[in-house]
């Protein structure tokens, strides 16, 4: 069944809310689904996002203003918005629209023009809106808005829409595809509440004892706009990049957790030293590398990223939640995913920096020992990034699994392919992807859309090899390549088995006593004398290529036996 998910739609949350909310209506539900020609005609160019939170009623009030440009001939436009908002007035370029001419069919507002918009015409668009937002039922997993108390019982609100989307709080087009250029923020909360949130903070102001904290925000990433509410404190410090730049690290963290956050900040200028040395220049240092306290785990909010981990460290001695979770200000809010199908572009990336950075801070044995105790987690069931349309909701489907193979499995392709083509075109490919060219500067790069094929095609372009085979059987089949081995006397014969039309031809290395060989495998098939029949042998001595291991798949189905048996709360 877990296969057939995708196609049908089916999620947790068409199930009953555990909340005890209404469940989600199908299109704010959905998050990246193909937009239609109205909504991929609409270019967003500004946007002013007023937003009152009030703590006691778990409610908010918003207006958003639009400036929207045509690419074609328009009678409408739309916007996506949770119908458990009420839409109290709209207005088209500051002139009130009669309520007759707007609808929210279904999580889809739909705004007819009484004139027609042409190609290249610009028209600006208020939305008034209220309401009680989703509460998050699993934040940040199963997505809207936290709202708990600090120890002392001051409020402490958060935001997390991924899987579901911006429209959770806010008109928007939920599409990666559909970003604003120039989001202005301004968020009224109970004073004295603190507000963090993406870009630059331009102002505070306090009125009738209500505190408006107004931001800005440059290309912000849709499900990276969000809410961190409570009574921060503010630690920061600048950090003096390698690229001759320098910006700030701040840290909005709770009362009486000083000490934790400014161990915190040290841990992000050795991240930001790793990402800039491995990847390139981080992707917002005209705005900030920000991030605040949650009470959720946490989250790749752009430039303000979202922590609840307790200031716990892995055994590595790293903080492992903030640096998977910084990683996405290069692999989620840079470097975008095209469409859902392609979100391990963002979590396979963003995991695989993890064993890098052990590599990079601790030597090989860390790297290795991180990369084995991430290959168990592997399902496998499913196609990694299918050609066909996947819904968001995939995302918690546990059945097929692909919600965890977006991370692990997409880390152990990338680690097998950077083992086949060496370090040198893997992390100039790498670059290449994230910002559009091999040689970024700071403010001279965009951000970028990708898909699987774009990161077949910029590999392709560094190494000069097709990597068809290597992609097909890795991204769009569901079952690991296996290798079988044949031992004839003092001959040993491999062969790749594989779903995939091509021929899986990845060469493989034989450790024979105290040497290794690497085995060509050309057509899928290899051959390498040992030397003797009884000589002692090791395939993939290193674990340099992720393929099917009959040990892990045997423990894995003893693991799910064993859980059936005595239920969930034995793990």
């Not at 600090?150 to 989307?165: H, K, L, M, R």
């Not at 040993?492 to 594989?498: D, G, Q, T």
Request: glycine share 8%.
């Amino acid at each position: 069944m877990g296969g057939l998910i995708w196609s049908l739609g089916l999620s947790p949350s068409a199930m009953a809310d555990e909340t005890g909310q209404s469940p989600l209506a199908k299109h704010t539900e959905e998050s990246g689904a193909s937009l239609d020609t109205t909504q991929q005609a609409m270019a967003l160019p500004y946007l002013a996002l007023s937003l009152s939170v009030d703590p006691k009623s778990k409610s908010i009030a918003g207006i958003a203003r639009y400036t929207i440009r045509s690419d074609r001939q328009l009678t409408h436009v739309e916007f996506d918005l949770d119908p458990r908002f009420e839409v109290s007035a709209i207005e088209l370029n500051d002139i009130a629209l009669a309520p007759d001419l707007w609808g929210n069919d279904n999580g889809l507002l739909t705004i007819k023009l009484p004139h027609v918009l042409d190609a290249g015409d610009t028209a600006k668009v208020s939305i008034a809106y209220s309401g009680k937002p989703r509460i998050a039922p699993k934040a940040p997993w199963d997505g809207g808005f936290v709202w708990s108390e600090t120890q002392d019982g001051s409020p402490w609100i958060a935001t997390a829409v991924q899987t579901n989307g911006c429209d959770l709080f806010w008109p928007c087009i939920d599409h990666p595809t559909k970003r604003v250029e120039w989001l202005d923020f301004a968020v009224s909360v109970p004073a004295p509440l603190v507000v963090a949130a993406n870009g630059t903070l331009q102002q505070v102001t306090e009125k009738d004892g209500w505190n408006t904290y107004r931001w800005q925000a440059h290309w912000p990433q849709s499900y990276g706009v969000s809410l961190q509410i409570g009574p921060y404190k503010l630690a920061e410090k600048t950090y003096r990049s390698r690229f001759g730049n320098s910006f700030p690290i701040k840290f909005w963290y709770l009362p009486g957790h000083k000490k934790g956050a400014e161990k915190l900040l040290g841990q992000m200028h050795d991240f930001l030293d790793f990402f800039e040395k491995t990847v390139g220049p981080y992707p917002f240092s005209d705005e900030k590398a920000g991030l605040a306290e949650t009470p959720h785990l946490g989250m790749e909010h752009q430039t303000i990223n979202a922590y609840g981990n307790g200031f716990r460290l892995a055994p590595e001695g790293y903080d492992w939640l903030m640096h998977h979770e910084f990683s996405h200000e290069w692999f989620a809010n840079q470097l975008t995913d095209r469409t859902v199908a392609d979100m391990w572009l963002h979590e396979g990336y963003g995991t695989y920096m993890q064993p890098l950075y052990l590599r990079w801070s601790k030597g090989e044995t860390a790297y290795r020992a991180a990369l084995w105790d991430s290959r168990k987690k592997i399902i496998s069931r499913v196609p990694l990034a299918p050609k066909s349309a996947i819904s968001s909701a995939y995302y918690n489907d546990e059945e097929a699994g692909w919600g965890g193979d977006i991370y692990y499995k997409g880390a152990w392709i990338l680690h097998s392919l950077r083992e086949y083509i060496g370090d040198e075109a893997f992390f100039a490919g790498t670059t290449k992807l994230v910002y559009g060219t091999s040689d970024p500067k700071p403010g001279q790069f965009r951000w970028q859309l990708a898909d699987t094929e774009d990161f077949q095609h910029v590999m392709e372009e560094v190494t000069g090899l097709d990597l068809s085979w290597f992609v097909d059987a890795y991204f769009r089949h569901a079952a690991l390549p296996e290798l079988i081995s044949e031992q004839d006397g003092q001959i040993l014969r491999l062969r790749w088995k594989s779903g995939a039309k091509q021929p899986f031809i990845l060469p493989v290395e034989v450790q024979i006593g105290n040497r290794i060989e690497q085995v060509t495998m050309t057509g899928g098939k290899g051959r390498i004398d040992l030397g003797s029949p009884d000589a002692h042998y090791i395939i993939d001595p290193n674990t340099k290529i992720l393929r099917f291991d009959p040990d892990i798949a045997a423990w894995q189905k003893q693991e799910g036996a064993e859980r059936a048996r005595t239920g969930p709360e034995s793990d």
